[in-house]
């Protein structure tokens, strides 16, 4: 049973070290024909540059590299508005499939602890210098006082407004006083 073990372990660490090989001599073909391909496509698109010698030569070949330059900036910026198209198209019909579904996702929220201010300064910019200060903002009001306690002010000894009050002059100062 330990030999049929041994040779069975054996026969994996061939095969293992057989693919490994293969594998390797793969990689090595995968490579050199990328590199022949990059030259083929280096030779067909990109000749190679030879120097003139008169200034009214290098001009030429400078407006001859500016226009290529061009041609390729309106294919690299007509591809950019492509794929923002489409884009936006797939954006489209995701949110009309949703809507479809009648399910609706929601985004993952996350938790930020951000004082006022720091809100106000990333949401403003740095520009802008806003104090969040509360308390500093509050306006000091002057407490005003109240007909009773000017009343309870005013009365002084209870016993003495009793006095006052007692009989019917007294009625009559309080109606007087009400109205």
Known sequence: MAKRNRAITARRQHLKSVMLQIAATELEKEASRR???????????????????????????????????????????????????????????????????????????????????????????????VCMDLRANLKQVKKEDTEKERDLRDVGDWRKNIEEKS????????FESES
């Open 167 to 174: 009989g019917m002059e007294g009625r009559k100062k309080m």
């Open 35 to 129: 590199e022949t391909e990059k030259q083929n496509y280096l030779s067909e698109h990109c000749p190679p540059l030879h120097v003139p010698g008169s200034m009214s030569e290098v001009q030429e070949l400078c407006k001859q590299l500016h226009a290529k330059i061009d041609a390729a900036e309106e294919e690299k910026y007509d591809m950019e508005i492509r794929v923002q198209k489409s884009s936006k198209e797939l954006e489209d019909m995701n949110q009309k499939l949703f809507d479809l579904r009648g399910k609706f996702k929601r985004p993952p929220l996350r938790r930020v602890r951000m004082s006022a201010d720091a809100m106000l300064k990333a949401l403003l910019g740095s520009k802008h210098k």
